[in-house]
């Protein structure tokens, strides 16, 4: 089992659509959760933190459901630049705070 | 401020030829990490550098990979010999500690023939 998974999609979705993606993780001493965003051909960023309560950050909200090893991201009134792969990011915590985890990304195209 | 560089941003090499790959983190940010992206995997932790030290290496694949930080500013890692299936998208990142956010270069494509 891979210790970050994601649904690849890719996700195509209307310009306006609201989308939600899920990552399951493997390790239940990781502490600290995170979304990235990667555009093609571009580096990682950061997009935000999941916090234990939820977070949300515009049209952003991540959850992270610790009992389940579940995070979601969700993304409301999608943009045009939204399109980008989103990347489920877990340190193994427990120490392994250096080492981010990755999963594969889920694609999500915004069409007009 | 600047922000994470590499070079080169591609690279073409044979099978068995050497590469070596740089990356200048941002200023002083003590934190350096090599990351590895293969065709169709997810990016992959490779090392991590405290300063000038090697704090964790357990992602590195084999001994055909040398990374080094010397002065604790830049790194490079070097790959010699390479073999096709290193081909792929080496990212660095850099944070000003542990438990900071990572702050990703933007990569250098590398493509073993």
């Known amino acids: 089992r891979k210790e970050v998974e994601q649904d690849p999609g890719p996700f195509n979705v209307p310009e306006g659509a609201t989308v939600a993606f899920n990552c399951t993780y493997s390790?239940?001493?990781?502490?600290?959760f995170f979304w990235y965003r990667q555009d093609c051909r571009k580096e990682p960023k950061l997009l935000m933190s999941v916090y234990s309560s939820g977070n949300e950050d515009g049209r952003f909200t991540a959850q992270l459901n610790r009992a389940s090893q579940y995070i979601s991201l969700l993304i409301r009134d999608s943009k045009l630049s939204d399109s980008a792969t989103y990347l489920c990011?877990?340190?193994?915590?427990?120490?392994?705070?250096?080492?981010?985890?990755f999963g594969a990304g889920t694609r999500l195209a915004v069409h007009p | 401020e600047a922000g994470v560089t590499q070079f080169p941003s591609h690279s073409v090499i044979e099978k068995g030829q050497t590469v070596t790959l740089r990356c200048d983190p941002i200023s002083g940010h003590d934190n350096l990490y090599w990351y590895r992206r293969v065709m169709g995997k997810e990016i992959k932790f490779l090392l991590h550098?405290?300063?000038?030290?090697?704090?964790?290496e357990s992602g590195m694949p084999n001994n055909r990979f040398l990374a080094e930080r010397t002065g604790g500013t830049y790194s490079t890692l070097k790959v010699q010999p390479a073999e096709l299936e290193d081909s792929g998208v080496y990212f660095c990142?850099?944070?000003?500690?542990?438990?900071?956010?990572?702050?990703f270069g933007p990569g250098t494509r590398l493509t073993v023939l």
């Open positions: 990011v877990v340190p193994p915590g427990a120490g392994g705070y250096n080492k981010l985890i």
């Open positions: 990142a850099s944070s000003p500690g542990l438990a900071d956010t990572q702050y």
């Open positions: 550098f405290v300063k000038e030290s090697k704090q964790d």
């Open positions: 390790n239940s001493a990781s502490q600290s």
